[in-house]
């Protein structure tokens, strides 16, 4: 019955060795999202996509990419992981953008540890 | 640019006792807000919503939250609370930006 699944659960890197995290979600939702949140912080959006539409926040680091090759997949790249880059990553799914209309789906998100 | 205020970092209640987390927001037109649930090791949980309308919201898990336009605030509260309560709780606002959490207010529970 999952909805949105994230893998892997936890992820360890190096400092500087590329990793990507991988979302998927069973709900044919046309907007997903990812967000970072570090410890004892609140969730920060870093970027979303409305079906192949990519929308930057303005302050995510060039170092975060991400992909979505179809409406079921989405991945999070991080070129050159940095100590500060060490958090939980969250991926969402809505239908439309507006949020004040469709609620987020999350998933249980990916806790990133970089040595 | 919306913001919002979680002023409790953590809160302990007993089981069976009543609850009410408190979230501020700044945001100079009608917001959109909401609370969501995280337990741990799981994504977050949408409780309720307030876009217009009765300033009383019911949510689901028995929760409910009230929107005070004169106060900023949309607190979020529960009769008598359970021990799989516990949890980590977000306030969120949707202005002219994407949703803004806030931080957070942890929330245990004791026997």
């Known amino acids: 019955d999952a909805m949105v699944i994230q893998n892997p659960r936890y992820q360890v890197t190096q400092f500087g060795k590329p990793v990507t995290l991988s979302c998927s979600q069973t709900l044919n939702h046309n907007v997903m999202y990812w967000y970072q949140q570090k410890s004892s912080q609140a969730p920060k959006l870093l970027f979303h996509?409305?079906?192949?539409?990519?929308?930057n926040e303005a302050d995510t680091p060039d170092n975060f990419q991400s992909r979505r090759p179809n409406t079921s997949f989405c991945f999070l790249d991080i070129r050159s992981p940095g100590l500060g880059d060490a958090a939980m990553y969250l991926c969402a799914t809505s239908r439309a953008p507006d949020t004040y209309t469709d609620t987020q789906y999350f998933g249980p998100g990916t806790r990133l540890t970089v040595l | 640019a919306q913001s919002v205020t979680q002023p409790d970092i953590h809160i302990t209640v007993s089981e069976g006792a009543s609850l009410e987390l408190r979230c501020n927001y700044s945001?100079?037109?009608?917001?959109?807000l909401f609370w969501y649930v995280q337990s741990p090791g799981q994504g977050l949980q949408l409780l309720l919503k307030?876009?217009?309308?009765?300033?009383l919201v019911q949510g689901i898990k028995g929760f409910e939250a009230e929107f005070k336009r004169s106060q900023s605030s949309f607190n979020l509260r529960k009769p008598s609370v359970h021990w799989s309560d516990a949890a980590e709780y977000f306030c969120a606002v949707y202005g002219n930006t994407p949703l803004v959490f806030g931080k957070g207010t942890r929330l245990s529970v004791i026997a």
């Open positions: 996509y409305y079906d192949k539409d990519f929308n």
């Open positions: 945001y100079g037109a009608t917001p959109y």
């Open positions: 307030y876009f217009s309308g009765d300033t």
